[in-house]
């Protein structure tokens, strides 16, 4: 991704970084500095899958492996990266799931996870917004990409059907009939952490093709 960063002609930096680390979170905020002078966003897209079984059977150490990586490492990054970005009047995107509108039994955790998310990003937008920090949230639904392009190769195998039938029923719940794509979903990205929102914060935005509408 840096190669291609850099074949249009923009700087990258990579930083290996143990984002449970707060060592690592410190070293992460000084490299960042150091090469750029600044911070306009911060972008969190790591996560880590809780199990997907009933919530009434999971172990209390699995879900706390989730939390590490999905909320408490979010926590701690904003704050860390705090400062750089009031000294910026910057803007922080979670990257949330449409899993949140859901519930089933499956995705327990995994619902568990993403909404104590969602409602750190709503905490947070109060906290940092008098230091004029913006901090919003998307939840995508299915993104068509390569895990789910090969998640659907197995369910039509399970299911003895075809890749095209498993993306039609996915697709039928959306009011556009098809799923976004994963530049539709860094679009979204792009929008809330830019000036382009500069009047959105505490916000969640759905991008699904329509598939949850928020009253």
Same mark, same amino acid.
């Given at each position: 991704?840096?190669?291609?960063? &850099? ?9 290996? @970084?143990?984002?449970? =680390? ?30 997907? =079984? ?9 879900? &706390?492996? /989730? ?20 000294? *910026? ?13 859901? *519930?089933?039994? #499956? ?8 909404? @104590? ?16 920090? &913006? ?10 990409? =390569?895990?789910?392009? /090969? ?6 195998? #399970? ?24 530049? #539709? ?22 991008? =699904? ?7």
């Amino acid at each position: 991704m840096a190669e291609a960063v &850099r074949a249009t002609g923009r700087r990258a930096l990579v930083v290996p @970084t143990d984002i449970t =680390d707060e060592g690592a979170h410190a070293h992460l905020v000084e490299a960042a500095l150091a090469e750029f002078g600044h911070v306009d966003g911060l972008i969190h897209n790591a996560f880590g899958i809780p199990p997907m =079984d009933p919530l009434t059977t999971l172990t209390l150490d699995g879900l &706390r492996a /989730a939390q590490e990586t999905n909320v408490f490492a979010p926590l701690r990054l904003t704050a860390a990266f705090a400062d750089a970005l009031a000294a *910026s009047q910057g803007s922080v995107v979670m990257i949330n799931s449409a899993v949140i509108h859901a *519930s089933q039994p #499956e995705f327990g955790g995994y619902k568990l996870s993403k909404g @104590t998310l969602a409602h750190l990003a709503s905490s947070l937008a109060t906290e940092l917004g008098p230091r004029g920090i &913006r901090v919003n949230s998307i939840a995508p639904s299915y993104i068509y990409e =390569d895990v789910n392009k /090969a998640y659907f190769d197995w369910l039509a195998s #399970e299911a003895g059907t075809t890749h095209e039938e498993i993306y039609r029923q996915k697709a039928e719940p959306t009011d556009l009939k098809r799923l976004a794509t994963a530049e #539709e979903v860094a679009r979204a990205a792009l929008f809330l952490i830019s000036d382009l929102a500069s009047a959105v914060t505490g916000t969640m935005l759905n991008v =699904d093709c329509g598939e949850f509408h928020d009253n």
